[in-house]
């Protein structure tokens, strides 16, 4: 029984420790995932494929099916974009120009789309079809089978063993190398206990 209650002690004792550990670790990551999302969501100039850059260009005359945007969700696109000059000057105030942006200097907004998960970037297409509609086709890059995808793991834990004692570990892993979906890596785990304290190597494989 006294053995019982030792072990229910120590995972009481580990419990309450992993939980304030968990919510630092959570308060980090939250300030860390705002700071990141900054930088994620900077706006990026797509530029032209080789390909294209090479190509002679003409002016051609064509009539394009554009958007007619508020003037708010035209300052709003701007913000968003970190392109001021979406926005005409207040003396356009009133003129169908001003909303369509084909006063003078202000590009013309052809359209906003969506882009789907590229985690290996990829090429878009811009077509203006015989309706005068602008679409953009988007031919995403496949994964390569040989990769390198460096990544560093750091993990905590408290617990008992199957004696009762109680017992702590860390563990600090990288992996870089990958083929397919496998990745291979090194991990050090350290194993504190009340008796002894162990260090152990492990060259790793896995998903």
């Known amino acids: ?20 550990a968990w919510f ?24 032209q494929t080789e390909r294209f850059k090479d ?23 701007a913000e968003k974009y970190g392109k001021p000059e979406l926005v005409p000057p207040d003396a ?46 988007v031919a995403p890059k496949a994964k390569p089978f040989f990769g390198f995808e460096p990544e560093w793991r750091v993990r905590a834990g408290v617990g008992v063993d ?6 702590a570990g860390v563990l600090v892993g990288w992996s870089g190398p990958r083929t397919g979906r496998v990745r291979y890596g090194v991990d050090g785990v350290l194993l504190l206990g009340r008796s002894d304290t162990r260090l152990v190597g492990l060259v790793t494989v896995g998903f």
Do not use: N
């Open 24 to 47: 630092l670790i959570l308060t980090g990551e939250c300030f860390h995932w705002a700071k990141a999302k900054k930088v994620e969501q900077r706006p990026i100039l797509a530029e």
């Open 92 to 137: 356009f105030k009133g003129d169908l120009s001003h909303d369509l942006g084909l006063g003078g200097a202000t590009p013309s907004i052809l359209g906003e789309f969506h882009l789907p998960p590229l985690p290996e970037g990829g090429d878009a297409l811009v077509i203006a079809g015989p309706d005068g509609r602008i679409r953009v086709d």
């Open 55 to 77: 190509y002679q260009t003409v002016k051609v005359p064509l009539t394009l099916e554009v958007p007619v945007i508020p003037k708010k969700d035209r300052a709003k696109l």
């Open 1 to 20: 029984m006294d053995k019982l209650k030792s072990w229910i002690g120590g995972i009481g004792t580990g419990a309450i420790i992993a939980s304030v």
């Open 162 to 167: 199957s004696a009762g004692h109680e017992l």
